[in-house]
């Protein structure tokens, strides 16, 4: 499984219970619901996937196979959208 990292000039910023990113070189903004902003603020904490995806599916009491899933899709999504890159296969 790879490992992601966020770029480091990316901004972060928590609002209710959401994520906002912003992608200064483009001016883009994202916003992740609740979980993904969850998912984001273990990843900053070093976690890795299994960890994170543990940690979510007892936090929101759902199967860790769909937190994974949901994960991983998160992740490509970040990554297609210049936000992070794969630091290690």
Do not use: C, R, W
């Amino acid at each position: 499984m790879a490992t992601y990292q966020l770029k480091p000039d990316l901004l972060l910023q928590k609002v209710a219970d959401e994520m906002v990113l912003l992608e200064p070189e483009s001016g883009e903004y994202f916003t992740l619901n609740s979980v993904g902003a969850d998912m984001l603020e273990l990843m900053q904490q070093g976690k890795s996937a299994p960890e994170i995806a543990q940690h979510i599916a007892t936090d929101y009491n759902v199967p860790t196979a769909q937190v994974q899933a949901d994960l991983d899709e998160l992740l490509k999504q970040l990554e297609e959208a210049n936000l992070a890159d794969i630091v290690s296969d």
